[in-house]
T-cell receptor
Framework: IAGITQAPTSQILAAGRRMTLRCTQD?????MYWYRQDLGLGLRLIHYSNTAGTTGKGEVPDGYSVSRANTDDFPLTLASAVPSQTSVYFCASSETGAEETQYFGPGTRLLVL | GQNIDQPTEMTATEGAIVQINCTYQ??????LFWYQQHAGEAPTFLSY??LDGLEEKGRFSSFLSRSKGYSYLLLKELQMKDSASYLC??????????WGAGTKLIIKP
């Protein structure tokens, strides 16, 4: 089934640990995004990529890094996790840019203790 | 600053009609999206408006007034499965989406 997959589904992480959230899409979309969603707040863009080999910073990039080595994969890395990074993380993709429909993965629920 | 305002929560009755409002203030404007998000799930696309007016899609319609910075989502013939959060998002001049916090819609029988 075409779409976006994310792994892990959920994770409990000790503060200070490094963690990579995985995201893979099979729709051959050029643009990909990472969001965090916190209670009472809208989705906030962490990083994005308009095409393989390029990335950009969103609204809340500090403490996170991304890479886009190929079209399908867009991993998000927390170099040294802090409790404020406890959130639900969604990966999304669109054909070419944000002016088009974004398709979301099922999310990763992360708890940093 | 950029801002999206929508009500936190609304309650409606099965079979009725409900209108969810959204006002936006962004640096430039390139369109407005509505997404539906069921509890514990990912957002899914409902509608996109870039021109003024009403766009109808089955039981759901979306309206945009660019001069007023205002949009609404109209849901008709409400069903229990419509219980969800409805997210409004505006596309700014840099083609980045600014998201509202969402409106939680509770449908009662």
């Amino acid at each position: 089934i075409a779409g976006i997959t994310q792994a892990p589904t959920s994770q409990i992480l000790a503060a200070g640990r490094r963690m990579t959230l995985r995201c893979t899409q099979d729709m051959r979309h050029n643009a990909m995004y990472w969001y965090r969603q916190d209670l009472g707040l809208g989705l906030r863009l962490i990083h994005y990529s308009n095409t393989a080999g390029t990335t950009g910073k969103g609204e809340v990039p500090d403490g996170y890094s991304v890479s886009r080595a190929n079209t399908d994969d867009f991993p998000l890395t927390l170099a040294s996790a802090v409790p404020s990074q406890t959130s639900v993380y969604f990966c999304a993709s669109s054909e070419t840019g944000a002016e088009e429909t974004q398709y979301f993965g099922p999310g990763t629920r992360l708890l940093v203790l | 600053g950029q801002n999206i305002d929508q009500p936190t929560e609304m309650t409606a009755t099965e079979g009725a009609i409900v209108q969810i409002n959204c006002t936006y203030q962004t640096s430039g404007f390139n369109g407005l999206f509505w997404y539906q998000q069921h509890a514990g799930e990912a957002p899914t696309f409902l509608s996109y408006n870039v021109l003024d007016g009403l766009e109808e899609k089955g039981r759901f319609s979306s309206f945009l007034s660019r001069s007023k910075g205002y949009s609404y989502l109209l849901l008709k013939e409400l069903q229990m499965k419509d219980s969800a959060s409805y997210l409004c998002a505006a596309l700014d001049s840099n083609y980045q989406l600014i998201w509202g916090a969402g409106t939680k819609l509770i449908i009662k029988p």
